[in-house]
């Protein structure tokens, strides 16, 4: 069975700081990775897709890699803005499943 | 706009009334989901329809029944509402493509008093 992880529950950084949001997942068997973001009281917003045979994917100051072989993704987050608030999760598709695996998200705080 | 439209976006029901939650995605996408989201639980699947006139269980079906009316509409349905029911649920879309990841609708928050 599939189980994605996300690592920080929570963070907290001051603006302009760069960071990286981590998502580690058990089987490596998979066919996509997707990035949200969701703010408090919405729906979920897609980020950013890696397919199983790419290493990364960028968009604006969102870069997102993917080690499947580790069973890893990382988000990292350029130069953050207090816009940037709001909780990330992290989802994967496998080759054994119809449907897409959560992490529990991380909940990301930047002050200003 | 492209999307996935849910309604109503709030609802509150007593014990034991009954509701359909509506979904309509517009991207030709085959593969439907329902998902409940719950503070400290995250996200958990109720219903999927891998495509039009399929349905499956989820992680979580019990109090629930699904329709995929056609290659659009994908409801939800509550029989007899329970407060265990009180949610934020939300529905989805994908293709069958490597490429293709989830579409989501912006949700319906449910009470159940």
């Known amino acids: 069975k599939q189980e994605v992880t996300q690592i920080p529950a929570a963070l907290s950084v001051p603006e302009g700081e760069n960071l990286v949001l981590n998502c580690s997942f058990t089987d490596s068997a998979i066919y996509n990775l997707q990035w949200f973001r969701q703010d408090p009281g919405k729906g979920l917003t897609s980020l950013l897709l890696?397919?199983?045979?790419?290493r990364e994917q960028t968009s604006g100051r969102l870069n997102a890699s993917l080690d499947k072989s580790s069973g890893r993704s990382t988000l990292y987050i350029a130069a953050s803005q207090p816009g940037d608030s709001a909780t990330y999760l992290c989802?994967?598709?496998?080759?054994?499943?119809?449907?897409?695996?959560f992490g529990a998200g991380t909940r990301l705080t930047v002050k200003p | 706009n492209a999307g996935v439209t849910q309604t109503p976006k709030f609802q509150v029901l007593k014990t034991g009334q009954s509701m359909t939650l509506q979904c309509a995605q517009d991207m030709n996408h085959n593969s439907m989901y329902w998902y409940r989201q719950d503070p400290g639980m995250g996200l958990r699947l109720i219903y999927y329809s891998a495509s039009e006139g399929t349905t499956d269980k989820g992680e979580v079906p019990n109090g629930y029944n699904v329709s995929r009316l056609n290659k659009r509409e994908f409801s939800l349905r509550l029989e007899s509402a329970a407060p265990s029911q009180t949610s934020v649920y939300f529905c989805a879309s994908r293709g069958t493509a490597q490429s293709h990841g989830y579409t989501f609708g912006s949700g319906t928050r449910l009470t159940v008093v």
């Open positions: 989802a994967v598709w496998s080759e054994n499943n119809n449907d897409m695996r």
């Open positions: 890696i397919q199983s045979s790419q």
